[in-house]
């Protein structure tokens, strides 16, 4: 379990941190900012599941399994290299939002259209969670350019905007409170 004796540490005033291996890397290091991405996800979706905690038991358990994921990620991008000793991620979790999508999309109404982010305050947090994990994705891959990251990692974060994309649309009654969009409206 992790002990956090100390907050303020001034090991970052120069403008690096250190990796969970001990190594210190700038601050702006790509590895740092794939983790620093993970972690804005994980805060949108904490503001999200202060939407839905008290309307939604179901989505309020999705969402803490997917933060302690979230959190999971942030341990395997947190030390480069081999597995070891270390936390990796498997694919377990994404395989768990496949069957979560699956089992949200019975009762959803079918898309007639691309929608808009709103409708429901619970709903357009799912999407603005949904963005912020598409940037999580794009800062991992960008990472796994330039050197290896757990594939499981990648595969995650691709499910997860799915999986928020589709809460979205649960938690606008099933789709029928959808905000579609109407190509050209405003010409």
């Known amino acids: 379990m992790v ?3 100390r907050v303020v540490t001034r090991g970052g005033d120069g403008g690096e941190t250190s990796l969970g291996d001990g190594t210190r890397v700038a601050k702006h290091a790509p590895r740092i900012e794939a983790i620093g991405g993970i972690d804005e996800a994980n805060a949108a979706i904490g503001v999200l599941r202060v939407l839905v905690r008290a309307a939604d038991a179901e989505a ?6 997917i933060q302690n994921d979230l959190f999971d990620v942030g341990a395997d991008l947190c030390v480069p290299g081999e597995a070891g000793e270390r936390l990796r ?8 939002l496949e069957a979560e999508i699956a089992s949200m ?8 259209s691309f929608i808009l ?3 429901t305050a619970a709903a357009a947090q799912a999407h603005v969670a949904r963005t912020l994990v598409r940037r999580a994705e794009r800062l991992v891959t960008a ?16 499910r997860l905007s799915d999986h928020l994309f589709v809460l979205g649309r649960r938690l606008n009654d099933d789709g029928r409170a959808d905000v579609l969009w109407v190509p050209g409206a405003n010409r």
């Open 3 to 5: 002990r956090i004796d």
């Open 60 to 65: 309020d358990a999705m969402l803490a399994r």
């Open 89 to 96: 991620l498997n694919d377990a979790p994404a395989a768990r």
């Open 105 to 112: 999309r019975a009762t959803i109404t079918p898309l007639t």
């Open 117 to 119: 982010p709103g409708g």
């Open 143 to 158: 990472l796994a350019a330039q050197e290896p990251v757990n594939a499981a990692v990648v595969r995650l974060l691709n």
